[in-house]
């Protein structure tokens, strides 16, 4: 690919700060020299259990917190690098989806000035007809109706008022939209159906979709490249369809094994899943205690994102796993 | 893409409750507001007429009980009660009014700032507020009225100081849970700045608690205007409020007992209704119950 | 004649509007539920699957009119008092709650909190009564039972809170356990140790598992019988292996294709249209006619009964197999 990523992540880490008048200062690592590329006009699903980081990889996309290190590159240039009124102009060009299509819809506002909201952001202001017939078409795109404009939130079911969401996110007509868990609060009948606009978006569009999720089974319906996290850093990373299909790290595969699917009914036959000792995540593996292929060497060394190898169905795939070739060389015997 | 129907989302669950409690609302709320409104119509009557001039005195027809004399009676120096009472409901429903009001605008532009900066500014602003806070407003109506002599400029003003901590602290909390909430996060990623969210997003979204809060304060301060007058710290003499009505009924309780009650009913009265008034708001207005 | 542990006889249950209109919201249930069975409910919002499982533990909140019985062990739930409705519900009913939290109390050890239900209920002593919450969190495999037991809610995960909500309801050896969305709220792994833990116990204690659920893969993975719930209503009931691999209804069958897996060069996922009515705004005749592919004339025509093509398989819709002879 000549083309340069849309979106070029590097070495990015934050620390949050918690703790005070009677525990003492304690500075949790949310994320820890997270490094990935998101290419244009593709979706880019990023899944992880809580707390791995996910959503502070978001908000720091989405430029809505600052980094303690590291930067993101968007089109080229450090959003944190900017000036104040810079990353103004440029957030048309990134826009967000949230979980809670209750909670991310002002109760108070019509529809259609909700939706018209990141407008303000636009250089020449559009004007009160103008921003009209921006909503209305933004609404149709939807698959909502202009005179759904004129109501308020509380008139939609959760699938329309992500609907909704997904409308305000588009109307700058933004690169990339930055989506978390955008669809796990709907149900399964309408989740398929906003899963398929976001495709239809990418395909008739050209949006870039940043996808973060906890669920596997909708990454790999939409997601063209995936990355996956577990505490805070990136472990696995490469096309979805490889990666689902064979694992290159333990906890891709551990996630794949836990995930319920309809087509497999009763008891799984796998041991039952252990339950882990705690350990020091300061040094070697941090996945090394749920491990079931750890050796003496990932309780010393921190493994580091690599690739395998050159051969088709390795290229552009990355594992941060010291274990990987017999992981690999298990499966393909399998 | 097919367009969607649209329906409205299945509202189960809070019906009966909600109805209850809307009826009680109701009934608060109608109670509430007709004690305030008609002690508000004798206030507003009372700048036009009231049965005597409240400052005339009739020395000879001192301490008559209520029907004897006017309609309520006379005081010790044979004013007629009744028109005390009105105007006094004028001046203490006027001084209340407008200390609250000052008071909230003053404590919510503080609290919306104040959830808006967080940090350092928050630290400080609700450290002052708590210092503020812990001085009576007895105490600083003296020295108010040191600096400025007594009036009705001193008692709004005292009054008003005392609540603005309090609404500096209900909007600072209301401000802080809207601005968790991910619309405004989404503003914040339409590249919205702190002033414009405050006014797009939070102020709306708080007006109903700050309505409640300043009706129940109105009670409260009813209550610190009367106990001011009654110190000799509110408006000036002869000026009727019914605060000096209660102090100066103090030396007649046994020959008169009716010159402490009828103030005194008045002021409890008027509490009452503000807060009946500021209850059934708070049950109608709740966002809880206005579905998520 | 052998009881069996739950039987539902014509349930419905309507609801009081604010205007004093009644809201029938959950229609003609009829099931039956034998000791150590698993019985996975499906449904979307606004399915009634939640009101149908509060009705089974007896938690109907007031504005809800039931009509029809609730047979548990041979006594109808809905006849009893309130005590002997308590009693019943500590004792025979178990419940697991979607989020644990709200359900804990947060100024009580969690080790007290087990214990409680053994004291009152049981007799036993405090001390003794501690002793069984610690060997009850081990059989919930939490991890060093004995210390956490003494911890407070606010200290433990998500996981360990639900395994301290499973401890809670097992203290009281319940017959039957209902869980409500018991891991909605857990991550992937942490929901595949816990349903792991449920489908021991019930395995090993013979207890009956009625699991509410909008997850099919939580329900095949559970469940033995799956009922289908579609706006108040039941549409299928069968096999769970039988409902999800051959649906009879084409709700069912729109649910499984909308289960979100890769699809061939980029396609894109089938969908039901519409979304779920609300049950002021049901259409006539079969409540899902509106957004059936499959709908003719005659579904809008009338409410389809309730058969039974194949003997333990029931299905409403008039375009499935007829009914077999009994």
């Not at chain 1, 791995?52 to 917190?65: H, I, N, P, Q, Y």
């Not at chain 1, 826009?95 to 636009?122: K, N």
């Not at chain 2, 409640?212 to 002869?238: C, D, K, N, R, Y």
């Not at chain 3, 025509?301 to 309730?306: D, I, L, T």
């Amino acid at each position: 690919m000549i083309e340069p990523p849309l979106v070029d992540i590097r070495h990015l880490s934050r620390d949050y700060a918690s703790g005070g008048l009677f525990a003492g200062r304690h500075v949790t690592r949310a994320l820890t020299d997270v490094s990935m590329t998101v290419h244009r006009g593709t979706i880019h699903g990023i899944v992880g259990e809580s707390g791995c980081g996910k959503s502070t990889l978001a908000r720091l996309v989405m430029a809505l917190d600052r980094p303690t290190s590291g930067s993101v590159l968007f089109e080229g240039e450090d959003l944190f690098g900017v000036s104040a009124r810079e990353l103004k102009r440029k957030r048309r060009d990134f826009q967000m989806v949230f979980q809670d299509p209750f909670g991310s819809l002002d109760p108070r506002q019509t529809v259609g000035r909700i939706v018209a909201e990141p407008l303000h952001v636009l250089d020449g202001k559009p004007g009160r007809a103008e921003r009209r017939d921006k909503v209305a078409a933004m609404l149709e795109a939807v698959g909502l109706s202009p005179d759904h404009a004129a109501r308020y939130p509380h008139a939609f079911s959760g699938g329309q008022r992500q609907r909704i969401a997904i409308a305000r996110a588009l109307i700058t007509e933004p690169k990339l939209v930055v989506a978390d868990e955008a669809v796990s609060a709907l149900d399964l009948s309408v989740q398929a159906q906003v899963l398929n606009l976001l495709m239809d978006l990418r395909d008739r569009r050209g949006v870039t979709v940043l996808f973060i999720t906890h669920n596997l089974a909708v990454v790999d319906a939409v997601a063209d490249r995936v990355g996956v996290m577990y505490r805070g850093r990136l472990v696995e990373s490469g096309p979805a369809q490889a990666v689902f299909a064979r694992p290159l790290h333990p906890y891709t595969r551990l996630l794949a094994d836990a995930e319920p699917d309809v087509t497999r009914f009763g008891r799984p036959d796998r041991p039952p899943l252990s339950v882990s000792a705690p350990i020091d995540v300061g040094v070697g593996c941090s996945f090394r205690n749920r491990c079931p292929r750890a050796v003496a060497r990932c309780a010393t060394e921190r493994p580091e994102l690599r690739s395998l190898g050159d051969e088709p169905d390795l290229r552009d795939r990355q594992t941060a796993c010291h274990r990987a070739e017999v992981l690999l060389d298990a499966e393909t015997s399998e | 893409m097919s367009a969607v129907a649209p329906s409205a989302p299945p509202r189960r669950g809070r019906t009966f409750a909600a109805a209850l409690r809307r009826g009680l609302a109701h009934g608060k709320l109608w109670t509430g507001g007709l004690v305030i409104g008609f002690i508000g119509a004798i206030a507003l009557l009372s700048l036009v007429w009231t049965p005597l001039p409240p400052a005339k005195l009739q020395i000879v027809q001192k301490l008559k009980p209520p029907l004897a004399q006017g309609l309520l009676g006379t005081d010790h120096l044979g004013r007629d009660v009744a028109s005390m009472l009105m105007v006094g409901a004028w001046n203490s429903l006027s001084i209340a009014v407008l200390a609250v009001v000052m008071g909230a605008l003053a404590g919510t532009l503080l609290g919306v700032a104040v959830a808006a900066r967080r940090g350092w500014f928050e630290a400080i602003m609700m450290r002052a507020n708590d210092v503020i806070f812990a001085v009576p407003p007895i105490l600083s109506a003296m020295m108010l009225g040191a600096l400025l002599g007594t009036g009705r400029p001193t008692a709004i003003i005292a009054i008003a100081v005392f609540m603005v901590p309090v609404f500096a602290r209900v909007t600072a909390s209301a401000a802080l849970q809207v601005w968790s909430r991910d619309y405004v996060q989404a503003a914040r990623g339409a590249g919205k700045g702190g002033i414009r969210i405050t006014i797009d997003h939070v102020l709306p979204n708080i007006a109903n608690q700050i309505i409640v809060q300043a009706t129940i304060q109105l009670g409260l301060a009813i209550l610190t205007e009367a106990g001011l007058s009654f110190l000799g710290l509110g408006m000036a003499p002869p000026a009727p409020t019914w605060g000096r009505m209660l102090a100066d009924a103090q030396t007649y309780l046994g020959r008169a007992p009716w010159l402490a009650i009828l103030p005194g009913l008045a002021i409890a009265l008027t509490v009452l209704g503000f807060n009946m008034l500021g209850d059934g708001l708070r049950d109608l207005l709740d966002p809880r119950e206005r579905g998520r | 004649m052998t009881q069996p542990l739950l039987r539902i006889e014509n349930l419905a249950i309507s609801i009081d509007r604010p205007d004093g209109a009644r809201q029938p919201i959950v229609t003609d249930i009829s099931l039956t539920l034998e000791a150590g069975e698993t019985l996975g409910i499906v449904g979307e919002s606004g399915s009634g699957k939640s009101l149908l499982a509060l009705a089974v533990m007896g938690l109907l909140p007031p504005v809800a009119r039931p009509t029809g019985r609730i047979l548990l062990e041979g006594r109808d739930l809905l006849a009893m008092d309130d005590e002997t409705l308590c009693s019943v519900r500590g004792r025979r009913v178990g419940l697991i709650f979607q989020e644990p939290l709200t359900a804990l109390n947060p100024a009580m050890t969690v080790g007290d909190q087990i214990a409680e239900g053994m004291v009152i209920q049981d007799g036993l002593s405090w001390r003794a009564a501690r002793r069984e919450a610690i060997t009850l969190l081990d059989r919930v495999r939490m991890p060093e039972a004995a210390r956490l037991s003494r911890s407070y809610p606010h200290a433990l995960s998500g996981g360990q809170r639900q395994r301290v909500g499973i401890a809670i309801a097992l203290a009281m050896k319940p017959a039957l356990m209902i869980a409500d969305e018991p891991t909605t709220a857990l991550d992937v792994t942490v929901q595949a140790e816990v349903l792991d833990i449920l489908d021991d116990l019930t395995r090993d204690a013979g207890m009956a598992l009625i699991l509410v659920s909008h997850d099919l893969g939580v329900i095949a993975r559970m469940c033995a019988r799956t009922l289908v719930l579609y706006a108040g209503r039941r549409l299928e009931e069968g096999l769970t292996r039988d409902v999800l691999t051959m649906p009879l209804n084409p709700y069912t069958r729109g649910l499984l294709r909308a289960v979100p897996r890769r699809q061939p060069q980029d396609g894109r996922l089938q969908t039901i249209p519409g979304t779920v009515p609300s049950f002021a705004a049901l259409p006539p005749g079969c409540v899902f006619s509106d957004r059936c592919p499959e709908r003719i004339d005659a579904c809008h025509a009338a409410e389809p009964r309730w058969t039974y093509p194949v003997p333990g398989r029931g299905v409403r819709c008039i375009r499935a197999p007829g009914e077999a002879m009994p």
